[in-house]
């Protein structure tokens, strides 16, 4: 794909009688009937505050690394991927800023759960243990420091909080709110993901210290049967992704995301609410390459090729 055709920063889609059916706090939304279209822009949250600033590439780091691990990961579970290329008209007049963040998707009925998978102890998993020994109501050995290597990974639920952090929950929770079967079915899957990206990942010198995923399921007679992956597969924004050559458990890691970003927002002392500031020069290039230094180790050439 040429860089050229697809440099464009966006911030927000604009397309003249079509109106996205949802706006993230990254992606539009376009309901195609029975398909999605996904567009991932240049928008960067932090703090759960969307900020003025775009990220150049993020959008297409984004899409072209959730691309990447839905195929590589295929065999583990079907995912909603229809095409990143092909997209129906009336959007195929589009087609320059569609290109490389855009995916056209199967329409399914997202669980209402996030399905987090933990190999490392860190973020709120780290709050949760200082404070009870535990995370999401799992026992862990004592003595364990901040981003230590848990000696197995933890599937960790949460609910999914329309505005706001999501809120770790329960195994037994996430199954009142799923099913039984269904929260063992997305549980199993789940880990299975994180343990063949975590040891795809680890020998190119990234160690993937937490991860979130998204399942929906099909309208089909035998739902659990049906079920699929859904939203981004393993980026930067779903993902804590730590360089395997600075991992020093005992604090907190440098992560290829916008750990730019949030330790200027903490330096400017901004106080997390809206609206955000405007983001310097030097900390959108930082966080830039960053994204795309993410996409180079784990894809193995880089974004443009």
């Not at 009688?17 to 279209?37: E, N």
């Not at 050995?141 to 981003?147: H, Q």
């Not at 909080?161 to 195994?171: K, V």
């Not at 929770?173 to 929260?183: D, E, K, P, T």
Request: charged share 25%.
């Amino acid at each position: 794909m040429a860089a050229s055709s697809v440099s464009r920063i966006i911030q927000e889609t604009h397309f003249a009688g079509l109106t996205p059916a949802a706006r993230g706090k990254v992606r539009d939304i376009y309901d195609l009937g029975d398909k999605l279209l996904i567009v991932a822009t240049d928008r960067l949250s932090a703090f759960d505050v969307i900020l003025p600033t775009p990220i150049p590439d993020k959008g297409r780091v984004l899409t072209q690394l959730s691309l990447f691990w839905f195929d590589l990961l295929k065999d583990v579970i079907p995912n909603h991927v229809l095409s990143a290329t092909d997209f129906p008209a009336p959007f195929d007049v589009h087609r320059n800023d569609l290109a490389g963040r855009s995916m056209v998707v199967r329409k399914t009925q997202p669980l209402p759960i996030e399905c987090v998978v933990r190999g490392y102890v860190s973020g709120s998993g780290w709050k949760d243990y200082k404070a009870t020994g535990k995370i999401c109501g799992m026992a862990l050995p004592a003595g364990l420091r901040e981003s230590d290597r848990l000696p197995e990974p933890i599937f960790t639920p949460a609910t999914k909080a329309a505005t706001g952090h999501d809120e770790n929950i329960s195994f037994e929770q996430a199954a009142s709110l799923i099913g039984m079967n269904l929260a063992e079915r997305v549980r199993s899957v789940s880990v299975a993901i994180y343990r063949r990206a975590a040891a795809y990942a680890e020998p190119r010198g990234v160690l993937l210290a937490d991860t979130k995923f998204e399942f929906g399921l099909l309208n089909t007679p035998n739902a659990i049967d049906s079920l699929m992956w859904i939203d981004e597969a393993l980026t930067p924004d779903s993902s804590r992704f730590w360089p395997a050559a600075q991992y020093q458990p005992g604090g907190p890691q440098p992560s290829f995301d916008k750990q730019f970003v949030r330790d200027y927002l903490e330096r400017i002392r901004w106080p997390k609410t809206p609206p955000g500031p405007d983001l310097p020069p030097d900390v959108v290039a930082a966080t830039r390459a960053k994204y795309r230094e993410a996409y180079r180790i784990l894809a193995g050439h880089e974004l443009d090729q």
